[in-house]
């Protein structure tokens, strides 16, 4: 894919969706690929974890390109994702896959700056990882709230930002904080046990300004999509 400067183009809609652990036997990749192929939307960002090892990246890249939509991906990287380098030779030859070269970086979506990330790391962009506040991935829901306030005390400039994340396979909006994660297409998982849950599975974000005919509106919406409205899905 020809390089673009993701930091300096505006979107003015995108899907986000994380934690696909595609080389898990769990993963639902062909259900992810059918419902983003009856989405609109060209752009999807990737909050991490997509795909665990390198051997699988070919055939991911692959059915990436050939079926959704003519849709443009920007991944960012998880901790899980063991294959990453960047530039990675593999993305560098993909029609529609870019990679970020940052863990939590700012992008400009539906009029608005955003923090993406996955949120098991803390960068320049991103001072406190998630994970400070949630160990095993317990009370996240609740830690998640705690770690956007102790954020804005050191990095005060994210008080008005909305800050997105993956990881926690958990699908969650705070309009008021302005933090959400992405929740998870992954339908099993190794902490359920510890847990005693599943991960939210079949969820995306979507970011978009509230009224796309008028480009100067500055209106903007974060909402939660549930796939099994519109296909179905692993129980």
């Not at 560098?92 to 896959?97: F, G, Q, Y």
């Not at 909305?162 to 958990?170: K, L, M, P």
Request: a positive charge; glycine letters at 4%; charged letters at 30%.
């Amino acid at each position: 894919m020809k390089t673009m400067d993701i930091f300096k183009k505006e979107f003015n809609e995108a899907l986000l969706v994380s934690d696909l652990h595609y080389s898990s036997k769990h993963a639902m990749l062909n259900e992810l690929i059918e419902w983003l192929s009856t989405r609109s939307e060209k752009t999807v960002f990737m909050l991490g974890d997509m795909v665990g090892k390198e051997k699988d990246l070919a055939y991911f890249i692959k059915r990436i390109e050939q079926e959704t939509n003519q849709k443009n991906f920007i991944m960012i990287r998880g901790n899980h994702d063991k294959w990453w380098k960047y530039p990675h030779p593999q993305i560098e030859d993909s029609s529609c896959i870019e990679l970020s070269p940052y863990l939590n970086g700012y992008y400009k979506i539906g009029g608005k700056l955003v923090m993406l990330g996955h949120g098991h790391a803390a960068d320049r962009n991103c001072p406190i990882p998630l994970d400070k506040y949630c160990p095993r991935l317990k009370n996240y829901l609740e830690a998640t709230k705690k770690w956007k306030i102790n954020m804005i005390k050191s990095a005060p400039w994210l008080k008005d930002k909305w800050c997105i994340f993956g990881h926690n396979h958990r699908i969650y909006l705070n309009k008021k904080l302005r933090v959400a994660s992405t929740g998870s297409w992954r339908y099993k998982y190794y902490l359920d046990r510890v847990l005693r849950r599943k991960p939210d599975f079949g969820y995306a974000l979507l970011i978009k300004r509230k009224n796309n005919k008028n480009p100067q509106d500055d209106e903007f919406s974060v909402s939660i999509l549930d796939a099994r409205k519109s296909i179905k899905l692993a129980q």
